[in-house]
């Protein structure tokens, strides 16, 4: 049973049944990935680029290692050094990957909506590794299986997203997965780094960081994106750590343990402090590993959506 | 559609088969038993069980292969993958692969890439409950059959098992 959709772009479209889908075949793989040879011969037949135009260094290396234990062919490429800056457009670029015989593309890009725009214009399957401030499907699918490794079903568990919800397209899909999973979800940080009619999308919001974290069962902790922020949006990174930074004092208040979380990479010392990242409450480096049997699973399911052609 | 084995015919192909893997393995020291998922762990099931019970051994290793991720015709649709559980090694050891129809012989090539990521088994050998044989694409033959049938590629052949499908039968339907 291969997915409702072509491509991967958003959670957005996806339905529940392609979420559980993807988990299932994910158990799978994660299974692959504990036998002495990580690797199993499916894709021989596949060649995917992955096409970043921003900078990455976990989902560029997930991807490529998720290709690589599939047995697909694996072509990188980065903006910097490439003809973009010679000038050369969007569709012109992927397009002359795909005339190399190329047969999946999965593509980072600091606009929001590149990959919806680069659908309509190709054949080959797209996988989206975050578009500007919009969509991250594979982390949100990753957030979401690792959640259910520590909690079982998601359904009613209480999900708390904390930090620049601004500027994290981790957010966006992480709200819709985790929604389409039944759990409850709440965001929480600054007034400024929250935008205004969100809860229209039906979250819980929230200023007060000590508050979420009594309501919830699970903290998944975004980085502050200064890269993003055009005009200052709070005062300091020491005035954001002191009110909404999550540190040990916080936690230990707390009259329950929840399940920390956090993306990558990590402003130690900001969003979160290393007593809390390195304590066993935290699962980022169980994030990052769930990360490459998710990637597998998206790429083996979208692989017999392929055009076979002639 | 057309009965193959009833119920009692089938029971009696089984303890024949348990038997003559005995005859071969004795006591089942350095051999193994392997099903091939989802529906070849169906027959291995019952046969290692027998196995077990005929040469009262205390355990005997018994493990579950999914071969959906070495097939080779990917492209062609998508399938859900099942459990493989092998909780032992196959280095130097005798392997039974177990399926319920061999027909084509794709699924058994698949499932002997499979097992050599596992390791290096001393030998492989092929139970099958049924072999339709004059259909093969590949140069594969069983060591254990249970039972023989000629069939057109347009045929098909089901094995009912009463674990799942509340009988014990296999028929032929055109």
């Given at each position: 049973m291969s997915l409702s959709v072509k491509h991967l772009l958003g959670i957005k479209e996806l339905k529940t049944e392609d979420i559980q889908n993807i988990f299932r075949t994910a158990d799978n793989f994660k299974q692959v990935l504990q036998r002495p040879i990580k690797k199993v011969p499916t894709l021989r037949d596949t060649t995917v680029a992955n096409v970043f135009f921003e900078n990455s260094t976990r989902t560029r290396i997930s991807f490529e290692l998720a290709e690589k234990r599939l047995s697909a062919d694996v072509v990188n490429f980065s903006a910097s050094g490439s003809s973009v800056s010679k000038?050369?457009?969007?569709?012109?670029?992927?397009?002359?990957?795909?005339?190399?015989?190329?047969?999946?593309?999965?593509?980072?890009?600091?606009?929001?909506?590149?990959?919806?725009?680069?659908?309509?214009?190709?054949?080959?399957?797209?996988?989206?590794?975050?578009?500007?401030?919009?969509?991250?499907?594979?982390?949100?699918?990753?957030?979401?299986?690792?959640?259910?490794?520590?909690?079982?079903?998601?359904?009613?568990?209480?999900?708390?997203?904390?930090?620049?919800?601004?500027?994290?397209?981790?957010?966006?899909?992480?709200?819709?997965?985790?929604?389409?999973?039944?759990?409850?979800?709440?965001?929480?940080?600054?007034?400024?780094?929250?935008?205004?009619?969100?809860?229209?999308?039906?979250?819980?919001?929230?200023?007060?960081?000590?508050?979420?974290?009594?309501?919830?069962?699970?903290?998944?902790?975004?980085?502050?994106?200064?890269?993003?922020?055009?005009?200052?949006?709070?005062?300091?990174?020491?005035?954001?750590?002191?009110?909404?930074?999550?540190?040990?004092?916080?936690?230990?208040?707390?009259?329950?343990?929840?399940?920390?979380?956090?993306?990558?990479?990590?402003?130690?010392?900001?969003?979160?402090?290393?007593?809390?990242?390195?304590?066993?409450?935290?699962?980022?480096?169980?994030?990052?590993?769930?990360?490459?049997?998710?990637?597998?699973?998206?790429?083996?399911?979208?692989?017999?959506?392929?055009?076979?052609?002639? | 559609m057309k009965t193959l084995l009833d119920h009692n015919q089938l029971n009696i192909t089984l303890q024949r088969l348990a038997h003559q893997l005995i005859e071969n393995h004795l006591q089942f020291n350095d051999t193994a038993i392997i099903g091939i998922q989802p529906r070849g762990v169906l027959l291995s099931d019952r046969i290692a069980a027998l196995v077990q019970k005929i040469t009262k051994q205390k355990h005997i290793d018994y493990g579950r292969l999914d071969i959906t991720f070495y097939r080779d015709d990917v492209s062609q649709g998508i399938h859900v993958p099942k459990r493989t559980d092998i909780e032992f090694s196959i280095e130097d050891r005798n392997v039974i692969l177990i399926d319920d129809v061999l027909h084509t012989g794709r699924t058994i090539r698949s499932a002997m890439d499979a097992l050599i990521d596992f390791g290096r088994p001393k030998s492989v050998e092929l139970l099958v409950l049924v072999d339709r044989r004059f259909s093969r694409e590949l140069p594969i033959q069983p060591d254990y059959i249970g039972h023989t049938v000629d069939t057109i590629m347009t045929q098909k052949v089901k094995v009912y098992w009463a674990e799942q499908d509340k009988k014990d039968e296999v028929v032929l339907i055109d």
């Open positions: 000038g050369e457009t969007l569709i012109d670029t992927v397009n002359n990957i795909l005339a190399m015989k190329v047969d999946m593309v999965v593509m980072r890009h600091s606009a929001s909506g590149a990959p919806w725009f680069l659908a309509e214009h190709i054949d080959a399957s797209i996988i989206n590794a975050g578009d500007g401030i919009n969509e991250h499907p594979t982390q949100a699918l990753l957030d979401a299986f690792s959640m259910r490794e520590r909690l079982g079903e998601l359904k009613g568990k209480r999900i708390a997203i904390i930090g620049d919800i601004m500027h994290s397209r981790v957010a966006l899909s992480n709200i819709f997965c985790l929604q389409k999973l039944g759990a409850e979800v709440m965001v929480a940080g600054p007034p400024t780094l929250i935008p205004k009619y969100i809860q229209d999308l039906g979250v819980k919001v929230e200023y007060d960081v000590k508050k979420a974290l009594q309501w919830c069962q699970v903290a998944n902790v975004l980085r502050i994106q200064l890269e993003r922020q055009n005009k200052p949006l709070f005062s300091t990174l020491r005035e954001y750590a002191l009110f909404y930074g999550i540190n040990r004092q916080m936690l230990d208040s707390l009259k329950k343990e929840i399940v920390i979380m956090h993306p990558g990479p990590i402003n130690r010392g900001v969003e979160i402090n290393s007593d809390v990242a390195d304590s066993k409450q935290s699962i980022i480096l169980d994030q990052v590993e769930n990360g490459v049997a998710i990637r597998m699973a998206v790429i083996y399911l979208l692989s017999g959506k392929r055009d076979l052609g002639e | -």
